[in-house]
């Protein structure tokens, strides 16, 4: 892993940290339209989301990858 990818991923984690930390969650813990709350909403977008920038930063370039050579079976 190389040391940019390394700090992503520690930036994402705290970010991750600050998006479900008890103060913010309490601005989304509110009712809403007919009572309902938008705090299942944010944290499923929320949760998707570091899902996927984690999965996005993950995901090794073409660039990255180390060509194997080719083995023709016979």
Known sequence: MTPRRHARLLALAGLALLLFSPPLLLLFD????????WLPLYLFLAWAGVIGVAAWLLERPDSERREEPRRHEK
């Open 30 to 37: 509110r009712p809403a339209v007919y009572g309902l709350s």
